[in-house]
């Protein structure tokens, strides 16, 4: 299979590089050739902007594309423009981000309302569905993923948990031990979207792993890490009162009455099952990512986690 990827340097993309050359795909990337990526196997890589010329991709011809990088309808519209007819089957990763809302404890599946939006990264991705399926009816994959983690995440959100864990001591853990939470191993969803090209199955697929537990997650993380440290739980309402930010300052919290963003990971799978994906263990995630993090000498990221000082602050106020 000759397969496009459009992005491929960063996360994601670089993953679906891996898992396609392994699945003996003949792979050509277009981004804009900003980070340099030494994969195992050569690949043709070809230098283009999103926002500008794509005239390099004029008369080429592949089977499938995997778009790791559109956000915008325009961006969408371009690529299309250029493509034409010369392409089979169009993978396009979208984002949970694209529903209107999130509603406390709510399961959600593929058919949720869209937000009507034009505007922010929801909006975007929500318009750039449309054009794809409007452009290539019949032949587009839109997987909506929810928390992507693993090897390579820029953003640090979940490797904050297994550094965290692998510190030691007294850990701060987000509202109740059973709350409902739920990611993607970065290279599962990689292995899929190859599987989804290769198939050209059709449809809108949530890209997430299987529901757990916020202490079955920090056990994973706990046994990868290894360690004395100790789980020290704190509600939601004692969290907001210290003017923890959700979602960033403990990656993997949000409140969960929150009226807009409480349910955000009860996203069904079942689709995504059906379809074929499969998830590997959260302990071998937890594991991999910290190995990865500690070689990397930088693993935060852009997240803006709390810092020892504000979480033990935190935890001495406890009752």
């Not at 499938?64 to 559109?70: L, N």
């Not at 100790?230 to 979602?247: F, G, I, K, Q, Y």
Request: aromatic share 8%; proline share 7%; net charge negative.
């Amino acid at each position: 299979m000759k397969l496009l990827i459009l992005g491929g340097t960063v996360f994601l993309g670089r993953h679906v590089v891996e898992a396609a050359l392994a699945a003996g795909c003949e792979v050509t990337l277009l981004n804009r050739g900003t980070r340099e990526v030494h994969f195992a196997q050569p690949v043709e890589q070809l230098r283009g902007d999103r926002d500008g010329d794509l005239g390099v991709l004029h008369g080429r011809r592949f089977d499938a594309v995997v778009d790791c990088s559109g956000y915008t309808p325009a961006q969408l519209q371009r690529a299309v423009d250029v493509l034409g007819d010369q392409v089979d089957h169009y993978v396009f990763v979208s984002t949970i981000s694209v529903y209107s809302r999130f509603a406390p404890g709510h399961v959600f599946d593929e058919t949720a309302p869209v937000t009507p939006s034009l505007e922010g990264y929801g909006g975007g991705k929500a318009r750039a569905e449309e054009v794809i399926q409007a452009a290539y009816p019949g032949r587009v994959t839109v997987l909506r993923p929810g928390l992507i983690v693993g090897p390579y995440d820029p953003t640090g959100r979940f490797t904050y948990w297994p550094l965290r864990l692998a510190r030691g001591g007294r850990v701060l853990a987000p509202g109740r031990p059973d709350r409902p939470v739920q990611f993607i191993d970065v290279r599962d969803l990689a292995a899929w979207c190859v599987q989804l090209a290769q198939q050209r199955t059709p449809g809108v697929f949530h890209g997430v792993g299987p529901a757990g537990t916020m202490a079955r997650v920090l056990q994973a993380c706990h046994q990868a890490a290894g360690g004395d440290a100790e789980l020290v739980w704190c509600d939601d309402a004692d969290l907001l009162r210290a003017n923890v930010a959700p979602w960033s300052g403990l990656p993997l919290w949000i409140p969960e009455a929150d009226a807009d963003f409480g349910g955000m990971l009860l996203a069904s799978d079942q689709r995504a099952v059906e379809a074929g994906l499969t998830t590997r263990p959260w302990v071998e995630t937890a594991r991999d990512t910290l190995t990865w993090a500690l070689a990397a000498g930088s693993p935060a990221g852009s997240a803006v986690t709390l810092t020892a000082e504000a979480e033990a602050e935190i935890m001495a106020g406890l009752p």
